[in-house]
């Protein structure tokens, strides 16, 4: 009955030991690495002050990086890093989206010039009907022009509901040209996204 008791009291006696043995082991001091202001790396047993806006490392017995803070520098080209892969991303996403886009739309290049025409000719008939009355309102308006400077001669202003009209008019032709101006601009804009699709079209479905 008494050879448990002596096998426990084994047992404690060697597990106080090794507490012991724990105990007085030295306490393992850390080690860092940090650059200062000029550049010069160092290695301490401490941190100073001024080492975060530096960067520092902290270092395991055989010397490998076991934590690390980012200077202020590292951070900083680490966020551009990231931003630009991220704009990167979002570029290759909106071309994938298009090229979706583009297959689900035309079967063929005929079938985009085919939609070319038919947004030309909406823009052609906008110019038109815009010339139609920009030929109406011309003359009008230089007609109305001879009379306000011949009413002008001598130093007198023009009758005032005849200069109210000459400007109405001025500023009809005015925007009438604005008109043909801007749709121009769209057709010249048009032609050109059409060719880039048309371009684009031909790379996606180019046989490898």
Do not use: C
Request: aromatic share 4%.
């Amino acid at each position: 009955m008494q050879y448990p008791i002596i096998v426990s009291n084994m047992a404690s006696r060697l597990f106080l030991g090794l507490l012991l043995s724990v105990a007085m082991l030295p306490v393992q001091a850390k080690m860092y690495r940090w650059v200062d202001a000029q550049g010069n790396v160092h290695y301490t047993d401490a941190l100073p002050p001024n080492s975060a806006s530096q960067g520092n490392a902290e270092l395991s017995k055989t010397g490998n990086v076991v934590n690390k803070t980012e200077s202020a520098e590292e951070r900083a080209k680490r966020l551009q890093a990231e931003a630009e892969a991220a704009e990167r991303s979002k570029i290759a996403q909106e071309q994938a989206r298009r090229d979706r886009a583009l297959l689900a739309t035309y079967a063929n290049e005929k079938e985009i010039d085919l939609a070319l025409n038919r947004t030309l000719e909406h823009y052609q008939l906008a110019i038109e009907s815009a010339n139609s009355r920009m030929k109406q309102v011309l003359p009008v308006m230089t007609d109305l022009g001879k009379k306000v400077r011949a009413a002008s001669k001598g130093g007198k202003s023009a009758p005032k509901h005849l200069q109210e009209q000459y400007d109405a008019k001025r500023d009809e032709v005015e925007q009438i040209t604005h008109v043909i101006n801007t749709n121009e601009d769209a057709m010249a804009g048009a032609r050109m996204r059409f060719e880039q699709d048309k371009e684009r079209f031909r790379v996606l479905t180019a046989k490898p």
